[in-house]
Each structure stands twice: as structure tokens, then as C-alpha cells.
């Protein structure tokens, strides 16, 4: 089993950053890929972006490719989402999800999620 915290989420304006964080503890040791999705209310919850367990593929949707880098830091057994230039349409809750697989873009394939942090940018 593991657990995922994500933190990091708040308000912004149209182009500003914001870090998200996913922590993750229990079975650590074991290989994850874990991606990051996000759902806006009424919309179904979309991929965002993924990274493989040894940090060396990343996958991104096409809308936040230059803007959202994926990152895995080992020693915090942490996930981090840099998210850069953002845009009203970001506007979401974020959450984090590990998977035993490859990293992809199928929410379906994970079956570890987080409780999902708030995005909000204002225009």
C-alpha cells in the first residue's frame, strides 16, 4: 500500500507558478510511476502528467508542455509539479496517483490516489 499527500495548491493569477508536491509513504520501496490529473468541476478528471519510478521518462498533455515540468525527488520520496504561465483553464483540484506500471496517460491504470489539492487561477 501507499499513501499520497499532495500539497502545494492555492490561488494565483493568470500567469503565475505554483509548486504541488505529492509525498508518498508506505510502500515506498517499491517501483511506481505516478502521474498527476486534474478534474474542474462538471468535467471528467483528464491526465496532466507522468513520470516513470526512476525519473528518467516524463509524459505531458499538450496543453501544459513548456509550462508544467514533472519532477521526482528520491530523498523526499516526493513528486513535484512545477507549473509555470498559468491560465484560468487550469483551474482545478489536482491530485496525484501512483501506478505499479509504466507511467501513462489512463487514470484507470493507477490505483493509488491522493485527496487532490485546489488550483485556482484568477484572470
Known amino acids: 500500500q501507499v499513501q499520497l499527500v499532495e500539497s502545494g495548491g492555492g490561488l494565483v493569477q493568470t500567469g503565475g507558478s505554483l509548486r504541488l508536491s505529492c509525498a508518498a509513504s508506505?510502500?515506498?520501496?517499491?517501483?511506481?510511476?505516478v502521474g498527476w490529473f486534474r478534474q474542474a468541476p462538471g468535467k471528467e478528471r483528464e491526465f496532466v502528467a507522468a513520470?516513470?519510478?526512476?525519473?528518467?521518462?516524463?509524459y505531458y498533455r499538450d496543453s501544459v508542455k513548456g509550462r508544467f515540468t514533472i519532477s521526482r525527488d528520491t530523498y523526499r520520496n516526493a513528486v513535484d509539479l512545477q507549473m509555470n504561465s498559468l491560465k484560468p483553464e487550469n483551474t482545478a483540484v489536482y491530485y496525484c496517483?501512483?501506478?505499479?506500471?509504466?507511467?501513462?496517460?489512463?487514470?484507470?491504470?493507477?490505483?493509488?490516489w491522493g485527496q487532490g489539492t485546489q488550483v485556482t487561477v484568477s484572470s
Open positions: 496517483a501512483a501506478s505499479r506500471t509504466v507511467p501513462t496517460m489512463t487514470k484507470d491504470d493507477y490505483g493509488y
Open positions: 508506505g510502500r515506498t520501496s517499491s517501483r511506481y510511476a
Open positions: 513520470i516513470s519510478w526512476s525519473g528518467s521518462s516524463t
